[in-house]
C-alpha cells in the first residue's frame, strides 16, 4: 500500500480503521486537556503577581513615557483590590518569582524523555503533573508565610512538569502514523494555548472577583481543576497501541505498518554518541532555544507589559493578554493540517519543516519589534500586533516542533528533552532581563525587550531554515525495521537520485538502510 492509496485523515477506511473516534485521537483529546492545565499551572502566576503585589499608583493611571511624550490618561476600576494587593515585593523579586519555575523545568528534561522511553509517557507525564497541581495548591499558603516559599514551590513545580513534553513526544512517536503525526502533534499542543487563554481571563476576573482575598482563588480553581484532569488520563491513555485493551484490530494493524517496529520498552537503548553528533538535533536545538526567549519574554511579561506599558487594569488586562494566545490555537491546528497536506502531495518533510519555521519566525520577530514603538494612546493597536506576532509563533508546530519526531521517532522523548533542556535556559534568563531593563517601565525600554526577541528570531530563521533535515537518521534505525510508506514527493526524489546513481556508476546500488518515512515525529 503506498500513501497515495491512503485517504486524507478525518475519514474512515478499512486500513485505518476510525479516525475522529479512535483511540489515538482520544489520546490527542486527553493530551489537548493535559496540556491546557500544565500551562495554566505554568502561567497563573504571570496574571497572579499583577493583583498579589501592591501598587501605589492612584486610580487614574498617567505615563507620559511613550516615544513622543505624549500623556496617556484612562481611568481604571476604583474596586481596591485592583491597585493593592497583599504584599511589598519589589520587581527584581516578582521578576525571579515568574523565571524560578524553570529552574526546576530545565533539570528533568532529558531525564523525563529517557524515563518516558524507559517505562511509558503515561505514568511519567500524570505523575508530574498531579505533583504540580498539588504545588499550585500550596502557592497561597506559600506566599502568605514567606516568598522564598512561593519560590520553592515554583521550583518543584517545574521538577515535576518537566518531563511532559518529552512524555508526549515518545507516547506520538509510537502512537501516530506517519501522516497524521503534525495534525495529532499540533493539535495536542494547542491545549497549551487554551490553557493561556482561559487563565489569563479567569485569573484577572478572579483577581477582582474571587474567594480568599481573590488571587488565591487562581491557584485554588486551577490546581484542583488538573488534578481531576489526571485521573481521567490515567483510564484513558496507554502507553503504546499493543497494550491498549480496546482498540480495533484494523487500527492496530495500520499503525503498526506504517510506523514500524516498536520495541519493548525494557529495550529501550538511547545511541547517546551519535545522537549528539548528529546535525540534526543542533539545528533543531537552535530554532527551539531563539523560539522559547520570545515565548517566554511574552509568557511570563505580557501582563506586567499591557499594565506598565499599555496602561490597562487588571481585569482587562487578563483578558487582553489572553487574546494572541486565542490566535495561536486557531493558526497552531492549521498549521498541522496544511503541513501535512504539503507533505503528501506536494513538498519534501525538510521543505515544509524549513517553510513554516521560516515563516513563524521572520513573522513573529517583526511584529514584536513593532509593537514596541506604538504607545498606549494606540494600546489597541498593539494588542493587535501582539495577537499577529503570537498567531505567527503558532506555525512552529509544523516546524521545530515536530522535528525530531522525523529525524528519530524512536528517541523523539530523550531529543526533545535535550533541547528544550537548553530551550529551558530562557525561561530562567527572559522574566531577569526583562526586569533589568525595564526598571522605570517606559515604552523605551520594553523596547529593548523586543529587540532581544527580533534579533533571535532572525538567529534562528538562518539556522534553521538553512539546515533542519526531515530524513530519518541512519543512528535512528534499527536493522529490524521494514520500509514504510513515504509521502509522494520523497519517493519520487529518492526514485530519481536512485536511478541517476545507478547510471553515473553502471551497476546497481543497494542501500543497507531501508527507507524509513521521512515525515515521522
Known amino acids: 500500500m503506498t500513501v497515495d492509496q491512503v485517504t486524507e485523515p478525518g475519514s474512515d477506511c478499512p486500513d485505518r480503521g476510525p479516525v475522529l473516534c479512535s483511540k489515538r485521537w482520544s489520546i490527542a483529546y486527553v493530551g489537548m486537556a493535559g496540556f491546557f492545565f500544565i500551562y495554566s499551572l505554568r502561567v497563573n502566576l504571570s496574571v497572579g503577581i499583577v493583583c498579589m503585589v501592591r501598587d501605589s499608583a492612584n486610580h487614574t493611571n498617567t505615563t507620559s513615557n511613550n516615544s513622543r511624550g505624549e500623556t496617556c490618561i ?109 495534525r495529532l502533534s499540533s493539535f495536542t499542543y494547542a491545549g497549551q494555548n487554551l490553557g493561556n487563554i482561559v487563565t489569563y481571563t479567569l485569573s484577572g476576573w478572579l483577581c477582582v472577583h474571587g474567594f480568599d482575598g481573590g488571587w488565591p482563588s487562581i491557584f485554588y480553581v486551577t490546581g484542583a481543576g488538573c488534578l481531576i484532569w489526571v485521573l481521567i488520563w490515567f483510564i484513558v491513555v496507554e502507553d503504546t497501541p499493543e497494550s491498549h485493551p480496546t482498540i480495533s484490530k484494523a487500527e492496530k494493524d495500520y499503525i503498526n505498518k506504517t510506523r514500524g517496529r516498536n520495541e519493548a520498552l525494557e529495550k529501550f537503548q538511547v545511541p547517546w554518541i551519535s545522537m549528539f553528533k548528529s546535525r540534526a538535533l543542533w539545528v533543531c536545538l537552535t530554532a527551539h532555544a531563539c523560539n522559547n526567549w520570545t515565548h517566554y519574554t511574552l509568557l511570563t511579561g505580557l501582563p506586567t507589559f499591557m499594565k506598565e506599558v499599555l496602561k490597562f487594569d487588571i481585569a482587562e488586562n487578563g483578558l487582553l493578554s489572553s487574546i494572541p494566545y486565542m490566535v495561536m490555537v486557531c493558526t497552531s491546528i492549521s498549521a498541522g ?185
Open 337 to 521: 493540517q496544511l503541513a501535512d497536506f504539503l507533505r503528501s502531495k506536494y513538498l519534501t518533510t525538510r521543505a515544509t519543516r524549513r517553510l513554516f519555521q521560516s515563516v513563524a519566525f521572520i513573522g513573529a520577530g517583526s511584529c514584536i519589534i513593532g509593537v514596541g514603538f506604538i504607545g498606549c494612546e494606540n494600546r489597541n493597536y498593539a494588542v493587535a500586533l501582539l495577537a499577529i506576532a503570537v498567531g505567527f509563533e503558532g506555525l512552529c508546530y509544523a516546524g521545530y516542533m515536530v522535528n525530531q519526531v522525523d529525524f528519530a521517532p524512536r528517541y523523539a522523548g530523550v531529543l526533545y528533552g535535550i533541547t528544550n533542556t537548553v530551550a529551558t535556559v530562557p525561561g530562567i534568563v527572559a522574566p531577569l532581563v526583562v526586569g533589568a531593563l525595564t526598571p522605570n517601565k517606559s515604552q523605551e525600554e520594553w523596547r529593548n525587550v523586543f529587540y532581544i526577541c527580533g534579533s533571535l528570531c532572525l538567529l534562528g530563521t538562518i539556522v534553521f531554515g538553512s539546515f533542519a533535515v526531515g530524513e530519518v537518521q541512519p543512528w535512528a534505525v534499527l536493522e529490524e525495521d521494514f520500509e514504510i510508506d513515504v509521502p509522494a514527493k520523497e519517493r519520487d526524489e529518492k526514485e530519481r537520485d536512485k536511478s541517476k546513481i545507478e547510471k553515473e556508476i553502471g551497476s546497481t546500488v543497494i542501500y543497507s538502510i531501508p527507507i524509513i518515512e521521512d515525515s515521522v515525529k
Open 74 to 182: 484612562f481611568q481604571t476600576s476604583n474596586n481596591e483590590n485592583t491597585q493593592r494587593g497583599e504584599f511589598d515585593w519589589d520587581k527584581s523579586t516578582t521578576s525571579l518569582m515568574l523565571s524560578s519555575f524553570f529552574y526546576g523545568y530545565i533539570t528533568t528534561q532529558v531525564v523525563g524523555g529517557w524515563l518516558a522511553g524507559r517505562f511509558g509517557g503515561k505514568k511519567v507525564l500524570g505523575i508530574g503533573v498531579g505533583l504540580t497541581a498539588l504545588c499550585t495548591l500550596l502557592v497561597p499558603v506559600g506566599a502568605r508565610w514567606d516568598y522564598r516559599a512561593v519560590l520553592a514551590l515554583r521550583i518543584l513545580m517545574g521538577i515535576a512538569e518537566g518531563a511532559s513534553f518529552p512524555s508526549m513526544h515518545t507516547l506520538w512517536g509510537r502512537w501516530a502514523p506517519p501522516l497524521e503525526r503534525t
